[in-house]
T-cell receptor, first 114, second 118 residues
Framework: AQSVTQLGSHVSVSEGALVLLRCNYS??????LFWYVQYPNQGLQLLLK??????LVKGINGFEAEFKKSETSFHLTKPSAHMSDAAEYFC????????????FGTGTRLTIIP | GAGVSQSPSNKVTEKGKDVELRCDPI?????LYWYRQSLGQGLEFLIY????????KSGLPSDRFSAERTGGSVSTLTIQRTQQEDSAVYLC????????????????FGPGTRLTVL
């Protein structure tokens, strides 16, 4: 079974500041890990994914995440926040082979302060 | 090209009525997923179709929920005797193929159907 925990349902950062959204996972098999973003009244969009290749994964819009097996973490970062980054972010895990259904965290709403 | 489409975008119904939600996946995608996004439960997996294989129904919350996929393309999620706790956004996703040995197949999400049960 897989699960993810996102620490902080709401995060606020100033424009230009570092963005750090936390995600910890639990998985009985080597996990596939994902970050999705949801803008208001829109569907989910894949930001980046980890599928057992490089542990530092770069995604769209300047976001990246690092898979740390020892810490069971997959935190999302961006060096400099932009107003357009305001959205809800979801971490997700799947078992990969055979059935790629996603188990999502509860989400983190990111607010950017001008 | 066209993405995943869902209809209706909004549905308001009375408690006890049946509803049908439709999903049109991306052409050529063989895997199709339904998820539910609600305030109380977050984003939850409901059901998954892959080609002609038996669907994985392990996420359906009760026997009032069912889904079918006709001709390997369009899918309909049916909720019978709706309850207020069924109010949520129902999301559909499709991917080129699930279970690939060398490559994870990204799921592309539709905009969702917002269901409100009065």
């Amino acid at each position: 079974a897989q699960s993810v925990t996102q620490l902080g349902s709401h995060v606020s950062v100033s424009e230009g500041a570092l963005v750090l959204l936390r995600c910890n996972y639990s998985s009985s098999v080597p996990p596939y890990l994902f970050w999705y973003v949801q803008y208001p009244n829109q569907g989910l969009q894949l930001l980046l994914k980890y599928t057992s290749a490089a542990t530092l994964v770069k995604g769209i819009n300047g976001f990246e995440a690092e898979f740390k097996k020892s810490e069971t973490s997959f935190h999302l970062t961006k060096p400099s926040a932009h107003m357009s980054d305001a959205a809800e972010y979801f971490c997700a895990v799947s078992a990969g082979f055979g059935n790629e259904k996603l188990t999502f965290g509860t989400g983190t709403r990111l607010t950017i302060i001008p | 090209g066209a993405g995943v489409s869902q209809s209706p975008s909004n549905k308001v119904t009375e408690k006890g009525k049946d509803v049908e939600l439709r999903c049109d996946p991306i052409s050529g995608h063989t895997a199709l997923y339904w998820y539910r996004q609600s305030l109380g439960q977050g984003l939850e997996f409901l059901i998954y179709f892959q080609g002609n294989s038996a669907p994985d129904k392990s996420g359906l919350p009760s026997d009032r929920f069912s889904a079918e996929r006709t001709g390997g393309s369009v899918s309909t999620l049916t909720i019978q005797r709706t309850q207020q706790e069924d109010s949520a956004v129902y999301l559909c996703a499709s991917s080129p193929r699930a279970g690939g040995l060398l490559k994870y197949n990204e799921q592309f999400f539709g905009p969702g159907t917002r269901l409100t049960v009065l």
